[in-house]
């Protein structure tokens, strides 16, 4: 019975629900990164079609959870803030698109890197 109930909530419409990158609080400690643009053409001036592009690794901050929680309760403060470009796993997260901007939700342990 649980089960149903979980498929319905899943049908609901994304549009009764108004998201942007000012309304997306991520939890514990999850980042909310907006995707790099990927390359349009190869080095040799070659137009790459979508199915042929490579996922980026690479975004920047925009939003930052409070942080892991300790055994004993405390937080322990993300060592990544907003502003940072970052390195992250190729199949990490969960992609979001908000408007023609890419975005992917990460736990901090799926970066690999602060780009500078």
């Known amino acids: 019975m649980a089960l149903c109930a979980l498929s319905l909530l899943l049908q609901v419409p994304m549009a009764a629900v108004s998201l942007s990158v000012s309304t997306v609080k991520p939890l514990g400690d999850r ?3 907006k995707v790099s643009a990927s390359e349009e053409t190869t080095a040799g ?5 979508d ?3 490579e996922k980026p690794q690479v975004g920047e901050v925009v939003q930052v959870g409070p942080g892991k929680r300790n055994d004993d309760g405390s ?3 993300p060592e990544v803030g907003v502003g940072d470009k970052v390195l992250y ?3 990490a997260g969960t992609d979001i698109k908000l408007g023609s901007d890419e ?5 901090e342990k799926d970066i690999l ?4």
């Open 31 to 33: 980042i909310f990164i």
């Open 45 to 49: 001036g070659i137009l790459l079609p």
């Open 51 to 53: 199915t042929a592009k």
């Open 75 to 77: 937080r322990q403060a």
């Open 89 to 91: 796993s190729k199949y």
């Open 103 to 107: 975005y992917v939700l990460l736990s």
């Open 113 to 116: 890197a602060v780009v500078n």
